[in-house]
């Protein structure tokens, strides 16, 4: 004979409810995945208007009225930006046409140092100057035909990548515009969003569930925020360092990229110190310059690791930073871009329902074992 068991007697069993948890979480990721295209822009807009919300709660306080304090807040944006390109922008093209002029001087140093040491190295004999690289090349119509073979292949093919991602390219441009359209409305009802959700949340696990939300709004916002300004630091660091101390071309430039980009763990370092020490080598030909270069990435790294990032971000949301670039390697290569948008949000969230997994397990299974063990 058939017995039924009861559904809330099934729920009441821990491992049902950590099943069903995860079979949705799992079936969320899918719909996401199939929808990542669409909600990129929609993710982006929301990440914004999440990280600009306590200003305008602020200004709130104030007595500002809301759409006030967003069109505030606009044009403080539009007015940062303009004087950033004011200010940044011409001595960008500066220093990017003194290095083109040095173009020539650049290729010399390579052919008269490097040149010679992979000859001698490796036993081999390179063109010295383009001259000699293109007539040795013309005179070789073997070589020239196996060439142009090698070339039309891929030639080919970029072409063809070219006319199939204009879909992709117009996708693009839209979300110029969704995204800041979308920001300005979602940062003007955020708070009525997050009322209503809240009215639609069952009375016997609401606090529950609000208790949480707390603790991931509290740890995620706080590491949002405080690692945009670190990044704007270490931008500003990097460029000091390597524009007046190392001397490098485009040092400004490079420095500016490598602090914002460095929201990604040691991404900035890598990507900064590389072309840093190749311009710094180029400028000057000495080892001089490229020590600097070092010793500019080395302080800012140490400055960052022990007084920067401590002082402004703290240990609230407590994530290592190997485990921030595996979150961002995993949801980037499960959700694409759009991953790499919600990568720190998803391992805040899931950081929170692990620590309380832990707690649940300790309590339900080691302190009672401690305790038969005592007994």
Same mark, same amino acid.
């Given at each position: 004979?058939?017995?039924?068991?009861?559904?809330?007697?099934?729920?009441?069993?821990?491992?049902?409810?950590?099943?069903?948890?995860?079979?949705?979480?799992?079936?969320?990721?899918?719909?996401?995945?199939?929808?990542?295209?669409?909600?990129?822009?929609?993710?982006?807009?929301?990440?914004?208007?999440?990280?600009?919300?306590?200003?305008?709660?602020?200004?709130?306080?104030?007595?500002?009225?809301?759409?006030?304090?967003?069109?505030?807040?606009?044009? #403080?944006?539009?007015?940062?930006?303009?004087?950033?390109?004011?200010?940044?922008?011409?001595?960008?093209?500066?220093?990017?046409?003194?290095?083109?002029?040095?173009?020539?001087?650049?290729?010399?140093?390579?052919?008269?140092?490097?040149?010679?040491?992979?000859?001698?190295?490796?036993?081999?004999?390179?063109?010295?100057?383009?001259?000699?690289?293109?007539?040795?090349?013309?005179?070789?119509?073997?070589?020239?035909?196996?060439? #142009?073979?090698?070339?039309?292949?891929?030639?080919?093919?970029?072409?063809?990548?070219?006319?199939?991602?204009?879909?992709?390219?117009?996708?693009?441009?839209?979300?110029?515009?969704?995204?800041?359209?979308?920001?300005?409305?979602?940062?003007?009802?955020?708070?009525?969003?997050?009322?209503?959700?809240?009215?639609?949340?069952?009375?016997?696990?609401?606090?529950?569930?609000?208790?949480?939300?707390?603790?991931?709004?509290?740890?995620?916002?706080?590491?949002?925020?405080?690692?945009?300004?670190?990044?704007?630091?270490?931008?500003?660091?990097?460029?000091?360092?390597?524009?007046?101390?190392?001397?490098?071309?485009?040092?400004?430039?490079?420095?500016?990229?490598?602090?914002?980009?460095?929201?990604?763990?040691?991404?900035?370092? *890598?990507?900064?110190?590389?072309?840093?020490?190749?311009? #710094?080598?180029?400028?000057?030909?000495?080892?001089?310059?490229?020590?600097? *270069?070092?010793?500019?990435?080395?302080?800012?790294?140490?400055?960052?690791?022990?007084?920067?990032?401590?002082?402004?971000?703290?240990?609230?949301?407590?994530?290592?930073?190997?485990?921030?670039?595996?979150?961002?390697?995993?949801?980037?290569?499960?959700?694409?871009?759009?991953?790499?948008?919600?990568?720190?949000?998803?391992?805040?969230?899931?950081?929170?329902?692990?620590?309380?997994?832990?707690?649940?397990?300790?309590?339900?299974?080691?302190?009672?074992?401690?305790?038969?063990?005592?007994?």
């Amino acid at each position: 004979m058939n017995q039924h068991v009861p559904l809330n007697v099934l729920w009441n069993n821990p491992w049902v409810r950590l099943a069903t948890y995860v079979v949705a979480v799992i079936a969320a990721v899918g719909l996401v995945w199939y929808f990542s295209t669409l909600l990129t822009a929609f993710a982006a807009a929301f990440l914004l208007a999440y990280i600009c919300d306590p200003i305008i709660d602020r200004l709130e306080n104030l007595g500002v009225r809301r759409s006030l304090g967003i069109l505030i807040l606009i044009l #403080a944006l539009a007015l940062l930006l303009a004087l950033l390109l004011l200010i940044v922008f011409p001595g960008v093209a500066q220093e990017m046409g003194r290095v083109g002029q040095r173009t020539n001087d650049y290729a010399q140093r390579v052919t008269q140092d490097v040149v010679p040491w992979i000859e001698d190295t490796f036993s081999v004999e390179l063109p010295h100057s383009y001259s000699e690289f293109t007539d040795r090349l013309l005179a070789d119509e073997q070589r020239l035909g196996w060439l #142009a073979q090698k070339l039309r292949q891929p030639a080919t093919a970029a072409l063809s990548k070219v006319f199939s991602s204009l879909s992709s390219v117009a996708v693009s441009l839209l979300w110029l515009v969704v995204i800041p359209v979308a920001w300005v409305y979602l940062l003007k009802d955020i708070d009525s969003l997050i009322q209503r959700c809240r009215s639609m949340l069952p009375a016997r696990h609401k606090q529950t569930i609000v208790d949480h939300l707390r603790r991931i709004d509290e740890a995620l916002g706080n590491f949002l925020r405080g690692q945009l300004m670190v990044c704007a630091l270490l931008a500003v660091l990097y460029a000091v360092g390597l524009k007046w101390i190392a001397q490098v071309p485009l040092g400004g430039t490079i420095g500016i990229i490598a602090g914002l980009i460095s929201f990604v763990p040691y991404l900035g370092l *890598v990507l900064g110190i590389i072309p840093a020490l190749l311009l #710094a080598w180029l400028e000057h030909g000495d080892l001089l310059h490229p020590a600097l *270069v070092c010793a500019v990435f080395v302080v800012v790294q140490l400055a960052e690791g022990n007084f920067i990032t401590p002082k402004i971000v703290g240990e609230k949301l407590g994530l290592h930073p190997v485990l921030v670039i595996f979150s961002i390697m995993v949801w980037g290569q499960v959700l694409g871009f759009l991953g790499i948008l919600l990568a720190l949000p998803i391992t805040a969230v899931l950081k929170v329902f692990w620590e309380d997994f832990v707690k649940w397990y300790s309590d339900q299974y080691l302190s009672a074992a401690g305790g038969d063990a005592d007994g």
